[in-house]
């Protein structure tokens, strides 16, 4: 696991700068400890910070081919690296070294574009051919590994694992995304290929840009693979072919000549992952956080640890979220909304004391159904399906509006998201489901200068597009979908990368193993979601290994309450949100964030993932030190 950095200019021959190079670089110090290196010629520029972790010795970078023609820097691990080698070298091709990087360069060499479609694993890299004059720019299918790049002001393009080596760039185009801002109150993120800076986007999951040499636009930008947009025929014992599939992915990513562990939440994926891995691994490190409360798993983690046979770390974590608001965008550059990125945080801390790899179980819940809004889009889409649209449009929607709030109230009681979500066509429906917060209050919240900027962005449209993508008779396979395009990458690996890479540690989730991901999207329905529970196929694939507490308990994650301790600093919280950072930035209504606070503070909503989201965006603009830094592009 690496970081890596680059700057190219298309017309330009010069050197790039090597102190901005350098300077860039330096910023990503956390993602590689262990090594730097750069490489400078006419038109380009790369440097690359390491985290040796596989050929320790001979896998450092930049790497180049052995007559110099092709360079790249890369950020990952390709697990079919050693298949790769034995059908190159069956092809004449010579190594000089045990890492899976050359495998992607000499597989450039033998196949261009087409390599892609051969590296099984998680990656991002800039692969530089002097001879065609082409810059291929890429990332993994799933968007395990981040690359960012710009436009830079005289023509230039430079790009990065994170953001911050970007921003300190001069030729860079600041100004905030109106539309990210928007984006980033509705779903807690911003999704790609935006980033909440205007003059940086994100390269997709799935995606190629190609630069080349003379030419001052993208030559092209390309997908290489999409998930399934259809189910296939149950297989003959989808339980016993999952186990066998969800073993071979967990070995493959027991790959290192480093110290390796796994993270152990409670949950039926950590569960799985760890099982299998001590059984490949016996003794293999597992580790824990403990909270105070009802969310606390580690009494179940340790029950697990202790069937498996791991050599089990738990470590209790008491939050200041008002604190950690603070530090969010230090660590992702932009505002982000997961709180649950603190104690994940602090979980890669506990374990990179011990190992430098260790494997998650993150990405079961979006390719086996696991998510509980997956069982209500379920239901409500065959609700949806018995009434005329009319009929949800008019009397259903009707009821919706005019039913109380009652925030306060037991789940069953609180039926007008319920009927609004109901009254929506099934793409609009689902994704209200997944809304942080919903349209008519995130308006509110914004000043009459961002609403005028967004020139009727929505960000629903995305899933309404996404979603469109499907067989439309699959509703389930609909909502799988759309979240893979958008919360796992956006959410959920955008937080694993930063938060691991934040301390040097590598982290692998197995369950993305982009052929398990195509096998389990084209289950039927019925093989994930059934008698309204999730991950059947799962379930039933792992009860051998797992104890029935972890097989048909609730889901658990690495994550903790926030309300009340929102609501007992609330003082503090209302000055946050009014602060000179959030007045200033001219992006916000001062009277509506207090109201946001006031409700949340006397019990009568519970709005604290948007405070907590607002917090996050104070931290943000309280560091954006330049004015011109918060000066809005239209969406």
């Keep these: 696991m690496c970081g890596l950095v680059g700057l190219f200019h298309p017309l330009d021959p010069a050197l790039p700068d090597g102190t901005a190079l350098r300077r860039m670089s330096d910023l990503l110090r956390h993602r590689g400890p262990d090594g730097e290196g750069h490489h400078a010629e006419a038109h380009l520029g790369l440097g690359h910070r390491r985290l040796a972790i596989v050929d320790l010795a001979g896998g450092q970078q930049p790497m180049a081919t052995g007559d110099g023609s092709v360079v790249i820097a890369f950020n990952g691990e390709i697990y079919n690296h050693a298949a790769l080698r034995q059908t190159l070298e069956g092809l004449g091709h010579v190594f000089r070294t045990r890492s899976d990087t050359e495998a992607i360069l000499l597989g450039w060499k033998a196949w261009g574009l087409a390599v892609l479609d051969r590296l099984d694993g998680m990656f991002a890299f800039a692969l530089w051919d002097r001879a065609r004059g082409e810059l291929l720019l890429a990332r993994d299918r799933l968007g395990e590994k981040p690359l960012h790049y710009a436009r830079l002001q005289g023509g230039g393009w430079a790009f990065a694992s994170e953001l911050q080596p970007l921003l300190a760039l001069p030729g860079l185009t600041r100004g905030i995304n109106a539309a990210a801002v928007e984006d980033f109150l509705a779903l807690g993120y911003v999704p790609d290929p935006h980033s909440i800076h205007a003059g940086i986007q994100r390269l997709p999951p799935a995606h190629a840009l190609l ?35 969800l073993d071979d992915a967990v070995r493959a990513r ?87 990125s603190v104690p994940t945080l602090a979980v890669c801390s506990l374990a990179r004391r011990h190992v430098t790899v260790a494997l998650s179980g993150d990405g079961g ?22 009434l005329p649209a ?41 994704y209200r489901t997944v809304c942080k917060l919903h349209d008519a209050r995130r308006r509110a919240l914004l000043s009459p200068g961002l609403r005028g900027a967004l020139e009727g ?15 439309p008779e699959d509703a389930l396979l609909q909502a799988q979908y759309a979240d893979l395009h958008t919360y796992l990458p956006g959410d959920i690996l955008t937080k694993l990368d930063r938060t691991s890479m934040a301390v040097s540690l590598e982290v692998r989730p197995p369950l993305l193993a982009h052929d398990l991901v195509e096998w389990g999207m084209k289950l039927p329905a019925h093989l994930k979601l059934r008698g309204g529970t999730g991950k059947q196929v799962l379930r039933q694939a792992m009860a051998p290994l797992l104890p029935d507490a972890v097989l048909h308990g609730p889901k658990r ?74 000066e809005m592009a239209q969406a």
Aim: hydrophobic share 45%; net charge neutral.
């Design 365 to 386: 819940d979006e390719v086996f159904g696991g998510y509980r809004r997956y069982r209500f889009h379920n239901l409500s889409e065959g609700v949806r399906r018995l």
């Design 390 to 430: 009319g009929v949800r449009r008019q009397v259903i929607g009707r009821l919706a509006a005019a039913y109380p709030v009652l925030a306060g109230a037991p789940r069953w009681l609180r039926a007008r998201n319920t009927l609004t979500e109901l009254s929506l066509d099934s793409a609009l429906g689902y």
């Design 254 to 340: 027991l790959m290192a000549d480093v110290p390796l562990g796994a993270f152990l939440s409670g949950g039926l994926d950590s569960g799985a992952v760890t099982a299998l891995a001590a059984r490949a691994r016996p003794g293999i490190d597992s580790f824990t956080m403990g909270f105070e409360g009802p969310e606390d798993e580690s009494a179940i983690a340790a029950a697990v640890a202790a069937r498996c046979g791991t050599r089990h770390h738990a470590q209790a974590a008491g939050t200041d979220y008002l604190a950690a608001a603070r530090h969010q965008a230090a660590l992702f550059g932009e505002p982000f909304g997961d709180h649950s």
């Design 211 to 245: 630069l080349q040499r003379g030419r001052p636009e993208p030559a092209a930008l390309y997908r290489y693979w999409q998930p399934p947009t259809r189910a296939a025929a149950a297989p003959a014992d989808a339980p016993a072919e999952l186990a066998r599939r």
């Design 457 to 471: 962005h929505d960000p629903s449209a995305r899933f309404v597009a996404l979603m469109a993508e499907c067989d």
């Design 557 to 630: 994650g690495f994550a903790q309450g926030i309300a009340q301790q929102f609501r007992a600093r609330a003082e503090t919280v209302r000055a946050r949100l009014g602060s000179e950072a959030m007045l200033d930035s001219g992006l916000f209504d001062a009277a509506a964030l207090t109201r946001l606070v006031d409700e949340h503070a006397s019990g009568a909503a519970d709005h604290a993932q948007p405070i907590w989201q607002l917090l996050v965006m104070e931290g943000f603009l309280r560091g954006a030190a330049q004015p011109a830094e918060t």
